[in-house]
């Protein structure tokens, strides 16, 4: 991170992580508490959501990476250890996966086998692999190969969520799982160099950012059936689902392009040629990861940019579904410009 952040960025990075640290840290039951957004404070009875705790562990390693003080490493150490001691499944066997959602004390409360939230372990994994923290690079490769046993499915993406015994939950696939899937290989390899890695990384872009949107003018779409078809009826009638709404999401699109941008600059290090390939291990069409970045990110200010943000949802055309806007995805389109600049 030092190598391609000035130091303004550095220090506003060490600022917001200031805002959860100490506070953020459950030092009684372990893991992260969630904190009221304007007064600060930590909500009572809160459970332990896989997803925020893999977010704050990578968070606090970034920090790490970014030569911030020793409670960064702390801070992420002490989500490490929640996460492998609470969060995990089984003590003994990794690839039983990680439970969703937790008490504080570790009672299962949700055991749901997301494929989402294994992708944010990864994440956690690698981000605290870069940080230095012990025993994390384990946790990667082991998650590595979960992923392979459990959620991949043929095609080099990833298939939707599980029950405990890995059964699946319905015949779906969606792009936001397989877009973090790709963010958290990215981090993997530029953790650890293992090309493998970007290989990964580089096929699952290819799959949702070019080919499945080649289908539909270049655009995004967010949800397909299991033979990878696009469903444009999944969610149609709950435009406002928390998680899975209907339309296209502008903020998605800029966050593609961060991580095109990462890739095309990964990819000068490592030809599609050496560690490319699909999921069979042949090469794939060469693509300009820098022109597609741009692409989407020109496609989610054109359709979706209105005052003050990005609208959550819109058509084809850019007429609003949704207009709420969302400070994440302001955020990612602040990553992206980063990335492209």
């Known amino acids: 991170m030092a190598r391609h952040d000035p130091p303004s960025f550095r220090g506003r990075l060490l600022a917001t992580l200031r805002l959860q640290n100490p506070d953020a840290l459950d030092t009684s039951s372990g893991g992260y508490r969630l904190l ?9 009875g809160d459970r332990r959501h896989l997803v925020a705790t893999c977010r704050s562990v990578a968070n606090f390693a970034a920090g790490t990476v970014a030569d ?35 008490e504080p004390d570790g009672t299962p409360v949700d055991r749901t086998r997301s494929a989402y939230g294994h992708a944010f372990v ?7 692999t870069a940080a ?14 979960l992923l392979d046993e459990r959620f991949h499915d043929g095609t080099g993406c990833l298939r939707s969520d599980c029950d ?16 973090h899937a790709c963010e958290a290989y990215l981090a993997a390899y530029e953790a650890t160099d293992e090309e493998a890695y970007l290989a990964r990384a580089r096929r699952i872009a290819t799959r949702i950012a070019v080919e499945l949107a080649g289908e539909t003018d270049g ?11 696009h469903d444009f009826a999944y969610n149609a009638d709950e435009p406002r689902h928390q998680f899975r709404p209907p339309g296209y999401q502008p ?8 991580f095109l941008a990462l890739l095309d600059r990964f990819d000068a290090e490592v030809p599609a040629s050496l560690g490319g390939g699909d999921a069979d291990g042949n090469d794939t069409d060469a693509t300009d990861w820098y022109e597609r970045a741009v692409e989407l990110f020109e496609t989610a200010t054109d359709l979706g940019w209105t005052d003050g943000g990005f609208a ?15 400070g994440w995805a302001l955020a990612e389109g602040i990553g992206a410009a980063a990335a492209l600049g």
């Not at 990864?122 to 605290?128: G, I, K, S, V």
């Open 132 to 145: 230095g923290i012990e025993g994390a690079e384990a946790g990667l490769t082991a998650t590595v190969d």
């Open 251 to 258: 903020g998605h699109h800029v966050e593609w392009a961060k």
């Open 68 to 102: 911030g003080p020793a409670w960064c490493r702390d801070a992420a150490a002490h989500g490490v250890e929640f996460l492998e001691a609470t969060h995990r499944a089984d003590a003994d066997d990794r690839s039983e996966g990680y439970h969703l959602l937790v």
């Open 122 to 128: 990864l994440l956690a994994y690698a981000r605290a």
């Open 164 to 179: 405990a015994d890995w059964e699946e939950l319905e015949s779906y696939r969606g792009q936001n799982a397989n877009m």
């Open 312 to 326: 959550y949802t819109v058509e084809a055309d850019g007429d609003p579904i949704v207009a709420d806007r969302y």
């Open 219 to 229: 655009l995004l779409w967010e949800h397909y059936t299991a033979e990878w078809d």
């Open 36 to 44: 009221h957004p304007e007064t600060g404070d930590p909500y009572t």
